[in-house]
């Protein structure tokens, strides 16, 4: 097993509320994540569209993932919080949305900086799609880093 499906599987029980609200956490790459989240009754508001707070935890997710991929040989060693974050709702969302993340940073210039000087921060910028492909959020998380 790579270490990428290591965190993935990890971070698919680690997160209770990404789980309570049904984040499935599809793929995850140096700096880059997928994952995905289906429209139920539990997820909608009240005009039958995904709910902003339903999208603002997929994305963080997916941006979590991809952080963690990021800093693969060292994330067991790391304390990531995230410290802000950026949303615009950008058109109606409805049925099963896609969250497309991606460090700011490359992931060998985010693990060099966290082993020499103990700490990082970076942006993830998180393109979250419908069905159609159409992009229905996007966002940005910054993510403060420590080493342990």
């Known amino acids: ?8 599987g990890h971070l698919g029980k680690a ?7 049904g984040v499935e956490l599809l793929d995850i790459g140096d700096g880059v994540a997928t994952a995905a989240l289906d429209q139920r009754d ?3 508001n009240h005009i039958q569209t995904l709910h902003a707070g339903a999208m603002f935890t ?8 991809a952080l963690a991929g990021a800093l693969a040989p060292m994330i067991l060693q ?11 709702y ?10 497309h993340a991606k460090t700011s940073v490359p992931g060998a210039d985010a693990l060099a900086q966290l082993q020499s ?4 921060a970076f942006a993830v910028d998180i393109d979250i799609r419908d069905a159609e492909d159409d992009t229905v959020v ?9 080493k342990l």
Do not use: C, Q
Request: glycine letters at 8%; hydrophobic letters at 45%.
């Open 78 to 88: 790391a304390r990531p919080v995230a410290a802000g974050a950026r949303i615009s």
């Open 1 to 8: 097993m790579n270490p990428y499906d290591m965190i993935k």
């Open 90 to 99: 950008v058109k109606i969302a409805k049925g099963r949305l896609t969250a």
């Open 138 to 146: 996007t966002m940005t998380v910054d993510w403060h880093v420590k």
């Open 117 to 120: 000087e103990g700490k990082v």
């Open 15 to 21: 997160i209770p509320f990404a789980n309570h609200v």
């Open 42 to 44: 539990e997820t909608s």
């Open 58 to 65: 997929l994305g963080e997710a997916a941006s979590g993932a």
